[in-house]
């Protein structure tokens, strides 16, 4: 079982940043990819980056929409996985989640383990 754990949301300008952090515990062995999700009110769920990790590398994926702007990372001494967000626009308005699983496609698919979500309200 793992607990997973986000912070870093608030309110920011456009234009402005954000680092979310999501935090792993728990049987932290299994995890081998981890994505950010995030929702807004009427519109469906949109995977906007993920990381998957090899013996010895990881990689990074983003959606078309944040491609640029937004950058995953993993600290993994921590395990911590970071979504650090620049340029931020209205549209990024949602609420955000983090997802564990064992491996990308189940990422993809919203399998796994997810946070409770964290806001992020981006005003103009």
């Known amino acids: 079982q793992v607990q997973l754990v986000e912070s870093g949301g608030g309110l920011v300008q456009a234009g402005g940043s954000l680092r979310l952090s999501c935090a792993a515990s728990g049987s932290t062995a299994s995890i081998h990819a981890i994505g950010w999700h995030r929702q807004a009110p009427g519109k469906q769920r949109e995977l906007v980056a993920a990381?998957?990790?090899?013996?010895?590398?990881?990689?990074?994926n983003y959606a078309g929409s944040v491609k640029g702007r937004f950058a995953i990372s993993s600290d993994n001494a921590k395990n911590t996985v970071y979504l650090q967000m620049d340029n931020l626009k209205p549209e990024d308005t949602a609420i955000y989640y983090c997802?564990?699983?064992?491996?990308?496609?189940?990422?993809?698919?919203?399998?796994?383990?997810w946070g409770q979500g964290t806001q992020i309200t981006v005003s103009s």
């Open positions: 997802n564990a699983a064992r491996d990308p496609l189940a990422v993809v698919t919203g399998a796994g383990s």
């Open positions: 990381i998957a990790f090899t013996n010895t590398n990881s990689s990074t």
